[in-house]
Structure formats: structure tokens, C-alpha cells
């Protein structure tokens, strides 16, 4: 089992920052790949970024070159640094985490954490 807790989520005005950070635990030994995505209302959930166990980095369209996703040397921790920020980025924000268990690639996920764009 792994357990997130996700933290920094909140209100911001347009062209603002948040960090967001998801914090794993749990058995974690084997992760392939740490990944953040966000739910907006009456819209699917979205992959935003990803970082895999060699530390390359993936984004989506909407996001590149506005958010970085990092983690911590221990890899139990993912970041989403988000700049410039614009309305449409409003969502519901979560973490995943894909570990192996055995043969099975298992996948986790963060409780969520609203972020909200608007002046």
C-alpha cells in the first residue's frame, strides 16, 4: 500500500505561482513514475506532468514551460511548480504514484487539492 498527502493547493490571482507537493509513503521501493493531474468541473481528468524513475520530465501542451515537476533526492516526494498561472488552469489537482508490486504495476492516488485561478 502507499499513501499520498498532497499539500499547496489554493487561491491565486492570474500570472501567480503555487507549489503544489505530494508526499508518499507506504511501499514505495519500486516506482516507475510520479505523475500530477487535475480535474476541472464538467471535464475529464487530465494528465498535466510526469517524472519516471530516470528523472525525465513530461508535460502537457497546456502547461509547458509554465509548470516543472521535480521530486525530492529520495524520490517520496513530487512537486508541481506552476507559474504564470491563467484562469483556465483551475482544477482539482492530482498526485499519482505507479509502483510495482511483484509482477503488477499498481497506481495511487493523492486525495486532491483545489487550485483556483481568478482575480
Known amino acids: 500500500q502507499v499513501q499520498l498527502v498532497e499539500s499547496g493547493g489554493g487561491l491565486v490571482q492570474p500570472g501567480g505561482s503555487l507549489r503544489l507537493s505530494c508526499a508518499a509513503s507506504?511501499?514505495?521501493?519500486?516506482?516507475?513514475?510520479m505523475g500530477w493531474y487535475r480535474q476541472a468541473p464538467g471535464k475529464q481528468r487530465e494528465r498535466v506532468a510526469l517524472?519516471?524513475?530516470?528523472?525525465?520530465?513530461n508535460y502537457s501542451d497546456s502547461v509547458k514551460g509554465r509548470f516543472t515537476i521535480s521530486r525530492d533526492n529520495a524520490k517520496t516526494t513530487v512537486y508541481l511548480q506552476m507559474t504564470s498561472l491563467k484562469p483556465e488552469d483551475t482544477a482539482v489537482y492530482y498526485c499519482?504514484?505507479?509502483?510495482?508490486?511483484?509482477?503488477?504495476?499498481?497506481?495511487?492516488w493523492g486525495q486532491g487539492t483545489q487550485v483556483t485561478v481568478s482575480s
Open positions: 499519482n504514484v505507479r509502483p510495482i508490486s511483484g509482477a503488477r504495476i499498481m497506481s495511487y
Open positions: 507506504g511501499s514505495i521501493s519500486s516506482i516507475i513514475d
Open positions: 517524472i519516471d524513475n530516470a528523472d525525465t520530465t
